[in-house]
């Protein structure tokens, strides 16, 4: 779940139900936008 404060546009919702559904990783330099969903395994491309 994302924090009632912040709002998750419609496309990053699909990527991250996508993500979650197969078992992916999502990787991104925006991990703002994604890090209070729950069950999203998140990677910054930018850090690593």
């Known amino acids: 779940m994302h924090d ?3 709002t998750v546009g419609d496309a990053d919702i699909l ?3 996508f ?3 197969n078992g992916y ?3 991104t330099d925006n ?3 994604f890090e209070n969903i729950a069950g ?3 990677m910054n491309w930018a850090e690593e």
């Open 4 to 6: 009632a404060n912040q």
């Open 15 to 17: 990527i991250a139900a």
């Open 19 to 21: 993500c979650i559904v």
């Open 25 to 27: 990783t999502l990787v």
């Open 31 to 33: 991990v703002k936008h």
């Open 40 to 42: 999203l395994r998140l």
